[in-house]
């Protein structure tokens, strides 16, 4: 055979992390399978970020009505400003919200995501993050987590999260932080870190986390878009500017995988937590974490098989 066919064929065991596709390239790949993580440039257009942005106003403003969203505010500036961005901190699982869910399903968006979970594409966990201006009080500091601490679904090599940022993201307002390689990591046990009067709601953190690992931030311009791991470590820092940091995520996930009962895992306390807040707010006793989950999961390609 000529070297040409040879160089087509699979190679066994080089790539975990991704699957055969043709929208990345070997580099590409290669950097995502060592450090968890992918950085496209300039991916959402202006004029779609836009439209984001306009509809997080709508909802700041009560304009729009968002079954099962999450609106996560610092109740604290609401006597100041009202019900504005100034007060709004994060949408979460807009998945309702048809203006804000067409980022989950924009074309450019998932033609990579294929290539992390493969052609069944579920939507499972959806956010607009608005940093609010920050002091010393560190309000909206997250701590260094992984994602799959919150998630009871499997496995984890075939779930992505796609974030792009609405702005500039830089180490003055916040931008996110990873430790690269750190995908290859096992789950580790997260909780509340012990910083007095600092933990937000459910920002949960590694408990022992090891800060001499190396670190990067992703200094990224608006319309770029990370893809990562769930395991990968990261976080973001505060907003020291006074304008906000807008971005918008989705968590994807194969339609073949699985969920899992985290009792008696390190997840389980998670598990607690958000029972008594579906509890608290619906009134819905007793669900579990998976069954949280499937509410929210949506279909943006293929079929639904498991999730």
């Known amino acids: 055979p000529t070297s040409a066919q040879v160089s087509a064929v699979p190679q066994p065991g080089r790539f975990r992390y991704t699957l055969d596709n043709d929208i990345l390239t070997t580099e590409q790949r290669q950097f995502y399978e060592d450090n968890g993580y992918l950085l496209i440039k300039k991916l959402v257009s202006d004029e779609d970020i836009e439209r984001f942005r306009k509809q997080f106003i709508r909802i700041c403003k009560k304009e729009v009505r968002l079954p099962g969203a999450m609106i996560m505010k610092k109740e604290a500036l609401r006597s100041q400003y009202g019900q504005t961005e100034s007060v709004v901190n994060k949408v979460q699982d807009f998945q309702e919200d048809e203006e804000l869910f067409r980022y989950?399903?924009?074309?450019e968006i998932l033609k990579y995501v294929e290539c992390f979970t493969g052609p069944n594409i579920m939507a499972m966990?959806?956010?607009?993050?608005?940093?609010l201006p920050d002091?010393?009080?560190q309000t909206f500091l997250h701590p260094m987590h992984q994602d799959l601490h919150y998630f009871p679904f499997r496995p984890a090599d075939r779930i992505v999260c796609s974030w792009t940022?609405?702005?500039?993201?830089?180490?003055?307002?916040?931008?996110?932080?990873?430790?690269?390689?750190?995908?290859?990591?096992?789950?580790?046990?997260?909780?509340?870190?012990?910083?007095?009067?600092?933990?937000n709601k459910l920002f949960h953190g590694i408990l022992d986390f090891n800060d001499k690992s190396p670190t990067v931030h992703l200094v990224m311009e608006k319309g770029d878009t990370v893809f990562f791991h769930p395991l990968l470590i990261h976080g973001s820092g505060i907003n020291k500017t006074s304008g906000f940091r807008k971005s918008i995520s989705c968590h994807f996930a194969s339609s073949d995988g699985y969920?899992?009962?985290?009792?008696n895992t390190t997840q389980a306390d998670l598990e607690k937590e958000l029972q008594e807040m579906v509890q608290q707010r619906y009134g819905m006793p007793g669900l579990e974490l998976k069954d949280i989950w499937t509410f929210r999961a949506r279909l943006v390609q293929g079929e639904r098989i498991n999730l």
């Open 104 to 107: 989950c399903t924009l074309p």
């Open 125 to 131: 966990h959806t956010m607009l993050i608005n940093k």
């Open 165 to 199: 940022a609405m702005q500039r993201a830089d180490e003055n307002n916040g931008c996110l932080v990873v430790q690269p390689g750190t995908h290859k990591l096992p789950l580790k046990p997260h909780g509340y870190p012990e910083w007095e009067g600092k933990a």
């Open 135 to 137: 002091s010393d009080k």
């Open 259 to 263: 969920y899992i009962d985290v009792k």
